[in-house]
């Protein structure tokens, strides 16, 4: 057996074996080493690391893998520090909740059970509840931290464990390299407490939810146009998620009549059974809302992955359903938004919305025509969530998004958060339907007004260790031998995160870049046009955005315009040796 493992595996699954873990963790183990070496090599081959974000893995014994030993070790590790850093309260207090894939109500009772035996409040979900939320409960109860057990839209066999700070936000620096650096030094799983406190550990639910969705209702900018459009007909599916518990809640208290289950994934399911993936980014997880919207024909469908953090939608185009992405999801939002603070005489010129380095630019136009600020940040919500940290009481955070489909409006969640957004979304569509238009049309009149922005995403897989030594030594490469072009316009502007360098290549002026150290690199062309270049965080593939615009002077002219867009993508692809 020896020579077929390898012996980092052996030791770390023998450690298992004569550590203090349960009889049919040890016989799991066992059963791998006489049956299954490589499930073993899988499941032992490494640590599964508390990274930025927390814990996401497979499911299983190991570990590698998802389980209650690596979830009360991490854990343990995150009340390590949140003793150290509050040292001066006298209760320190945790929110905690999970989605609605397999194991993840387990996970949150270890969870709740480790913190409490080290003497911290818990506030816990009695049952399923959506990310946005937990961030919402954080800030509601005072806590100085929160968990929220999920593997956001990844396929059945992950979960995952994101951990929040006391504003409500995800782990950021430094306290996110310092979670890790103790969750690191738990040498022993003795080390651990499991022993849970019940004195200390509150159950919470629907009066929670009350305030949360009444915060939500104090959202609307347009309450009559729904009440004489609360007959637009919206599709809504869960898909199998969390949604269900308050997305529709949501959008009847907003005055939304005929909103459309779709039957088959309402009820929240860990298997995912009726999609190959749960991810509203994938045309396939919308199919069946589609067609119900296209049989009762509805104008509007809306689906949210199984952790209600990021929603994809689907609009009326004629006879037919058109998807968006992201960043036109997003852009109608932000334009809707301006226009009706606009309307409603509610900019003061202290407003501000945020978005990523790799979201569309349209968005920055947008802004800029009503004098809005716009701040860029680092992928992640986790740094829009910073942002709004850094100006609260001193500037408003109107709404924000990234092309990944996630979006917030307001500032009592610190997350992306999908119940706000299908409430926004729908209200948007309500609003631009009280004028005679529908949210195609829509989007074709920002195109005329601000130009017409394309982006693409293109991911290169590259598995394994081999595979993660080839995306770094092709950021490398880029590093050296930037493109001098793109699409035959010259490349002005390299922006290197890593450095924090934005040079200039016509002038060679360099200047400093005011954001956190990160691997990105991002390429400007003297047309307009952008490719940002980031390996991928969660996965073994680099990330490719592109982005291109070109005027549009008539809606008519939309699919021509896109299609010469479309070939401006297909030479940056050319010219970036992807091809």
């Excluded at 949604?243 to 994934?265: C, I, S």
């Excluded at 968006?324 to 606009?342: D, E, F, M, R």
């Excluded at 390429?523 to 073994?540: L, N, Q, W, Y």
């Amino acid at each position: 057996m020896s020579t077929r493992i390898d012996q980092g595996v052996m030791d770390r699954a023998n450690s298992w074996l004569n550590g203090n873990y349960d009889e049919e963790t040890k016989n799991a183990i066992k059963e791998m080493m006489e049956n299954n070496p490589q499930e073993l090599t899988e499941s032992f081959y490494r640590d599964l690391e508390f990274g930025t974000g927390g814990l996401r893995g497979i499911m299983g014994v190991g570990s590698n893998r998802m389980n209650k030993y690596t979830v009360g070790a991490a854990t343990q590790g995150m009340a390590n520090y949140l003793k150290k850093n509050f040292t001066d309260l006298d209760i320190i207090k945790v929110a905690i909740a999970c989605d609605s894939r397999n194991n993840s109500d387990y996970f949150a009772q270890i969870t709740a059970d480790v913190f409490s035996a080290n003497g911290i409040k818990v506030y816990l979900f009695d049952a399923l509840r959506p990310t946005p939320e937990l961030s919402f409960a954080i800030r509601h109860f005072g806590c100085q931290g929160g968990i929220v057990i999920t593997a956001s839209h990844n396929p059945k066999e992950y979960n995952g464990y994101k951990a929040y700070w006391d504003d409500g936000g995800q782990l950021i620096s430094p306290h996110d390299k310092n979670v890790i650096t103790e969750v690191l030094n738990i040498k022993d799983i003795s080390d651990v407490k499991f022993a849970g406190n019940d004195d200390l550990i509150e159950i919470i639910g629907e009066e929670v939810d009350n305030i949360y969705l009444d915060k939500i209702h104090s959202l609307t900018l347009s309450p009559d146009a729904i009440k004489r459009q609360k007959d637009f007909k919206i599709v809504y599916t869960p898909i199998h998620g969390t949604g269900v518990t308050l997305v529709p809640k949501a959008l009847k208290l907003f005055g939304f009549e005929k909103v459309d289950m779709v039957d088959e994934q309402a009820t929240p399911d860990g298997n995912f059974p009726t999609v190959k993936s749960p991810n509203p980014e994938e045309s396939a997880a919308l199919e069946l809302a589609i067609k119900k919207a296209i049989d009762i024909d509805a104008d509007l469908v809306m689906a949210t992955d199984p952790d209600a953090d990021r929603v994809g939608i689907a609009i009326r185009k004629g006879d037919e359903m058109v998807l968006l992405n992201g960043n036109q999801a997003a852009s109608l939002l932000i334009y809707y938004l301006l226009t009706k603070w606009k309307e409603l005489g509610k900019l003061t010129g202290n407003e501000f919305i945020v978005k990523t380095i790799v979201t569309s630019e349209l968005l920055a136009k947008i802004a800029e025509k009503d004098n809005v600020e716009h701040f860029d940040v680092l992928t992640g919500f986790k740094y829009i969530a910073d942002i709004i940290k850094r100006f609260e009481g001193e500037k408003t955070f109107i709404g924000g998004g990234e092309e990944s489909y996630g979006y917030l409006v307001g500032d009592f969640v610190r997350d992306k958060d999908a119940v706000i957004s299908c409430a926004m979304i729908a209200e948007t569509a309500a609003w631009a339907a009280d004028k005679g238009i529908g949210l195609y049309d829509l989007l074709l009149d920002i195109y005329v007004e601000f130009g017409l922005y394309k982006e693409k995403l293109i991911s290169v897989v590259r598995k394994g260790k081999s595979g993660a030594e080839e995306i770094q030594n092709m950021m490398k490469d880029f590093r050296a031998n930037p493109p001098v072009s793109l699409n035959s316009s010259k490349v002005v502007v390299i922006n290197d995160y890593l450095t924090g360098i934005s040079k200039n290549t016509e002038t060679g002026v360099e200047e400093k870049i005011d954001l956190p150290s990160s691997n990105v690199l991002q390429f400007i062309a003297a047309d307009g046009g952008k490719v940002s270049v980031r390996p991928s965080g969660t996965e073994p593939k680099i990330k490719f955005y592109f982005g291109v615009v070109a005027p549009l002077v008539h809606k008519s002219d939309f699919e021509k315009v896109d299609a010469q867009l479309e070939d401006s993508i297909g030479n940056y692809v050319s010219d970036l040796g992807l091809d």
